[in-house]
């Protein structure tokens, strides 16, 4: 009888845990799969009727020195859709893409 009463008191406990989760989980527009906790860009108040965002696609994105801009340019696009720093640009877009309220 005891261990009937512990299985249902934790099976509660777990209703109860899933509930809350969902709670939290509810204020974002998506979820975001990644490598743990990324909060690189604390501070950062998302709010308001209409939130916008803006991202430069002009070749600077490409590399973060001019030479490198130069040869990345002259690249197929595949090529510049790889590059480092854009794939930077992609992956944050994506971070605060789930934290819209």
């Not at 845990?17 to 989980?25: F, I, R, T, V």
């Not at 490409?62 to 990345?72: A, E, G, K």
């Amino acid at each position: 009888e005891q261990l009937r009463s512990d299985i249902e008191q934790l099976e509660q406990d777990i209703m109860r845990l899933q509930a809350l989760s969902m709670e939290q989980e509810g204020n974002s527009v998506r979820q975001h799969i990644g490598d743990g906790n990324r909060q690189y860009l604390s501070g950062l108040f998302l709010g308001g009727q209409r939130i916008l965002l803006l991202i430069d696609s002009s070749a600077s994105m490409l590399d973060s020195t001019l030479v490198n801009i130069i040869r990345t340019r002259n690249m197929p696009d595949d090529r510049k859709r790889a590059a480092p720093k854009w794939q930077r640009v992609v992956r944050t877009v994506d971070w605060v893409s789930t934290q819209l309220p």
